[in-house]
């Protein structure tokens, strides 16, 4: 199934619109999103940065080839569909602003940021 039809089925099913005045938009083109996995020059002992994971369709992929994943939503209902989705993985999902939030606090060293 396209990110496309996944996307308006994944909303609707949540009850969301994109919200304009947070910059949200939402990955739904397959060749984008190996355009960024490709520019990532991801190694599997990395440890990946995503900043707005959205639906986490990009999360999804970095989840396979990295060694952990902390997404960062601001989306409080997108988070929260994020932490079950990805619940027992190598992904943690972190429910802030990425912009209000202190990288001091997440104790990271080495890692790479990713994002649409």
Known sequence: MSLLKR???????LGLKPIHYWGQNFLINEKILEKIIKASDL???????????GLGFLTETLMLKVKNV?????DKHLADFLKEKFFQTNVKIINKNILKLSLNDLKLKNYKIVAN
């Open 7 to 13: 996307t308006k089925e994944n909303l609707k099913q």
């Open 70 to 74: 902390i997404a960062i939503e601001l």
């Open 43 to 53: 190694k599997t002992d990395d440890i990946v940065l995503e900043v707005g994971p």
